[in-house]
Each structure stands twice: as structure tokens, then as C-alpha cells.
């Protein structure tokens, strides 16, 4: 890398999270407590407290085995302070307290759980599936089925307490609304598999992103996309946006896009045009997550690279090389702390602030 060694954060600098046996496929903070979930490839998932000055943090182990045998973890999802979701590859949701204990095992499907997502009431939990999408009310253990899809579901996002998007292998995105059998819009566009799907802040606008090496949006007003960007020259791994303009600034609201080509694009979706494009990795970007406050952007991927960049300047300001490749980046509540998940079997946590 040919960066400033001024901006690289030396390992001293980082907490490592070492437990894990195997690949960490995915971590994500508690959206309220200073808590971090990880899961694992190693069937675990793991709830490490981290305390503001701990490099030890401590650590809850929740061992996911089906009649002897161990599975693979391939999604976990915190909701607001009481509840972990893990998807694995048996095709189980399994809903755990934060202390550990088993509160819902939800019924068996075909295929692993590509991904999970709360409502922002944390009432129900929405999960991919390689036969559709699965609706879970936690509340009473109730489970409602979709299967709007024929091909693998691979992502969903909530729109509202009451409307999802899917997205599969098909290129089909569906909308849907719960308690009813049939989505109420779909939108078709992509002509390879969509990867990731994400609503804006106000559910105005989906963001999809796909192996057709395009990003494109739309809106609920229309069948057709608002943009259709050409955005990259491999498949494009995912797609997050910021839930403002910098704070600093005037500027729109910002899409990121993440490629296997090593290249991130910032877009305005007002214009659906190139901000920026950020090109200090080396390899293909797997994961790409704006700070609370927008003002910066972190990202990982094949390269064992985690950056932090503003989002202002387009320029890189801190960088941290991990010992394996980095599946996932997400930022604390508090916009102080950058997690990412490695796999070696490692969780590197960086204190913005110290840095």
C-alpha cells in the first residue's frame, strides 16, 4: 500500500478479539449497549463486552450444536439490547438472550440463512433463505412463511415496521408487506444475481447492487429504476448508505458501493453521480460502513486492509492491516469505535478515538 505511513494504525493500537477457531463471517454492535456479536464458521457466535479502556474484554461463548453435530454461522444480528439472532447453515434461526440462553429455535428450512435483519421495534426478525424469506414475530415465538422467490434469497431490508424487500439469484426484487401472501411491488432490472438491497433512512429510495457490476435505485413511485449506475467492473459485493451528509457540509445524501474490482464509489443519489472513487485497496472489498455522523466511511476486504476515510475530502486518514481477509466492518452507536471480522478467526476492534 502506498499510503502515508503516518495514517497506519500500528497493532499496538488495536483490540484483538481472539477465541474464534475458524473464518468470523460476521460482527455487528449492539444498537444500544457497548456490545459486540460475532459468529463464526467455527459454530459459535460470541457477545464480547467491551469496555471503554479493556484490551481483555469479556467474553460469552453461544455454541450452536444440532444432535452432535456443529454448524456454521453465517449471519448474527443484535436488536436493541435483549435479543441476538444467528443464522446458520442448518437452516435455523436462533434467537439467545444476551446472557447466553436459548429463548427461540425457529423452524427448520432448506439451505443456510444467508442474512437476518430486525425491525427497528426488534419485534420481528426477517431472514434469507435459499427457499424465500421467513417473517418471525419474537414476541409469542409465531412464524409467518414467504416464499415469493423460486431461486436463493441472498438479502433483505426493512422498509417499515411493516414492509420488506428481498433479493435473490433470480435478479427479482419483491417487495412485501406482512400479513400479505403476495408482494405489493416487484422490481425487475438486474440480469444477474442482486447481492444486497438497502432502504435510504426514509424508505424512499432501494439501493440494490448485483454480479451485473451495476448499482441501481428505485423508487415505489415507479416500475423502472430512478438510476441505473454503471458502477463498477466486478461484481459488486454491497451497498450501505449514510444516514446523512457529512456534518459538516451541505451535501446529499451518499450511497457507497463496494466491488470485487477494489474500488469504492460514492454516489449522489440525487444526480445518481460519482462523488468519488476510493482506491487504496488492493483486492476485492467485501464491506463498507458509514460513521453515525457521516462523516467517515470504513471498509475491508481481501487484502486484510480495514480503512477509514473521510467522506469530505476523499481521502484516506487511518489504516489498519489485519492478519487475515476482513468480511465485515460496522461502526458502535457512538461513532467511537470500528469492528471487523477476519478470516483467521480474529475480531479487531479500533478506538477512533485514540487514533
Same mark, same amino acid.
Given at each position: 500500500?502506498?499510503?502515508?505511513?503516518?495514517? $497506519?494504525?500500528?497493532?499496538?493500537?488495536?483490540?484483538?478479539?481472539?477465541?474464534?477457531?475458524?473464518?468470523?463471517?460476521?460482527?455487528?454492535?449492539?444498537? $444500544?449497549?457497548?456490545?459486540?456479536?460475532?459468529?463464526?464458521?467455527?459454530?459459535?457466535? &460470541?457477545?464480547?463486552?467491551?469496555?471503554?479502556?479493556?484490551?481483555?474484554?469479556?467474553?460469552?461463548?453461544?455454541?450452536?450444536?444440532?444432535?452432535?453435530?456443529?454448524?456454521?454461522? %453465517?449471519?448474527?444480528?443484535?436488536?436493541?439490547?435483549?435479543?441476538?439472532?444467528?443464522?446458520?447453515?442448518?437452516?435455523?434461526?436462533?434467537?439467545?438472550?444476551?446472557?447466553?440462553?436459548?429463548?427461540?429455535?425457529?423452524?427448520?428450512?432448506?439451505?443456510?440463512?444467508?442474512?437476518?435483519?430486525?425491525?427497528?421495534?426488534?419485534?420481528?426478525?426477517?431472514?434469507?433463505?435459499?427457499?424465500?424469506?421467513?417473517?418471525?414475530?419474537?414476541?409469542?415465538?409465531?412464524?409467518?412463511?414467504?416464499?415469493?422467490?423460486?431461486?436463493?434469497?441472498?438479502? $433483505?431490508?426493512?422498509?417499515?415496521?411493516?414492509?420488506?424487500?428481498?433479493?435473490?439469484?433470480?435478479?427479482?426484487?419483491?417487495?412485501?408487506?406482512?400479513?400479505?401472501?403476495?408482494?405489493?411491488?416487484?422490481? #425487475?432490472?438486474?440480469?444477474? &444475481? $442482486?447481492?444486497?438491497?438497502?432502504?435510504?433512512?426514509?424508505?424512499?429510495?432501494?439501493?440494490?447492487?448485483?454480479?451485473?457490476?451495476? =448499482?441501481?435505485?428505485?423508487?415505489?413511485?415507479?416500475?423502472?429504476?430512478?438510476?441505473?449506475?454503471?458502477?463498477?467492473?466486478?461484481?459488486?459485493?454491497? =451497498?450501505?448508505?449514510? #444516514?446523512?451528509?457529512?456534518?459538516?457540509?451541505?451535501?446529499?445524501?451518499?450511497?457507497?458501493?463496494?466491488?470485487?474490482?477494489?474500488?469504492?464509489?460514492?454516489?449522489?443519489?440525487?444526480?445518481?453521480?460519482?462523488?468519488?472513487?476510493?482506491?487504496?485497496?488492493?483486492?476485492?472489498?467485501?464491506?463498507?460502513?458509514?460513521?453515525?455522523?457521516?462523516?467517515?466511511?470504513?471498509?475491508?476486504?481481501?487484502?486484510?486492509?480495514?480503512?477509514?476515510?473521510?467522506?469530505?475530502?476523499?481521502?484516506?486518514?487511518?489504516?489498519?492491516?489485519?492478519?487475515?481477509?476482513?468480511?465485515?466492518?460496522?461502526?458502535?452507536?457512538?461513532?467511537? %469505535?470500528?469492528?471487523?471480522?477476519?478470516?483467521?478467526?480474529? =475480531?479487531?476492534?479500533?478506538?477512533?478515538?485514540?487514533?
Amino acid at each position: 500500500m502506498d499510503a502515508d505511513q503516518g495514517i $497506519v494504525i500500528p497493532p499496538s493500537e488495536a483490540t484483538v478479539l481472539s477465541g474464534h477457531e475458524r473464518e468470523v463471517t460476521t460482527c455487528q454492535w449492539n444498537p $444500544v449497549l457497548d456490545l459486540l456479536a460475532s459468529g463464526s464458521f467455527d459454530a459459535t457466535a &460470541r457477545i464480547w463486552h467491551m469496555s471503554d479502556d479493556s484490551k481483555n474484554p469479556n467474553e460469552l461463548v453461544i455454541r450452536h450444536w444440532m444432535d452432535g453435530c456443529s454448524e456454521k454461522i %453465517k449471519s448474527c444480528k443484535m436488536s436493541d439490547g435483549s435479543m441476538l439472532a444467528t443464522g446458520s447453515f442448518d437452516g435455523y434461526v436462533r434467537i439467545w438472550r444476551t446472557d447466553g440462553s436459548l429463548r427461540y429455535t425457529l423452524r427448520q428450512y432448506e439451505g443456510p440463512i444467508n442474512a437476518l435483519k430486525w425491525n427497528k421495534q426488534g419485534s420481528y426478525i426477517l431472514s434469507a433463505r435459499a427457499d424465500g424469506a421467513m417473517i418471525s414475530d419474537v414476541g409469542d415465538g409465531y412464524c409467518n412463511t414467504f416464499t415469493f422467490h423460486t431461486n436463493n434469497v441472498l438479502n $433483505v431490508d426493512w422498509r417499515t415496521d411493516n414492509t420488506f424487500a428481498t433479493c435473490s439469484t433470480d435478479g427479482n426484487i419483491h417487495v412485501c408487506e406482512i400479513e400479505r401472501t403476495k408482494p405489493i411491488k416487484s422490481f #425487475r432490472g438486474h440480469t444477474d &444475481r $442482486v447481492n444486497a438491497i438497502r432502504w435510504d433512512p426514509q424508505g424512499h429510495l432501494l439501493a440494490s447492487c448485483s454480479d451485473d457490476k451495476t =448499482v441501481k435505485l428505485w423508487s415505489m413511485k415507479q416500475d423502472t429504476c430512478v438510476h441505473d449506475i454503471q458502477a463498477h467492473s466486478q461484481r459488486i459485493c454491497t =451497498v450501505q448508505w449514510s #444516514r446523512i451528509g457529512p456534518s459538516k457540509s451541505n451535501m446529499n445524501l451518499i450511497l457507497a458501493s463496494a466491488s470485487l474490482d477494489s474500488l469504492i464509489g460514492l454516489w449522489d443519489v440525487e444526480r445518481g453521480a460519482c462523488i468519488s472513487k476510493l482506491t487504496k485497496h488492493t483486492d476485492g472489498v467485501h464491506s463498507v460502513a458509514f460513521s453515525p455522523d457521516g462523516n467517515y466511511l470504513a471498509s475491508g476486504g481481501r487484502d486484510n486492509y480495514v480503512h477509514i476515510w473521510s467522506i469530505q475530502s476523499g481521502q484516506l486518514i487511518h489504516s489498519y492491516k489485519a492478519s487475515g481477509s476482513i468480511s465485515e466492518v460496522c461502526w458502535n452507536s457512538r461513532g467511537s %469505535k470500528v469492528a471487523a471480522s477476519a478470516s483467521d478467526g480474529k =475480531v479487531f476492534v479500533l478506538d477512533m478515538r485514540k487514533v
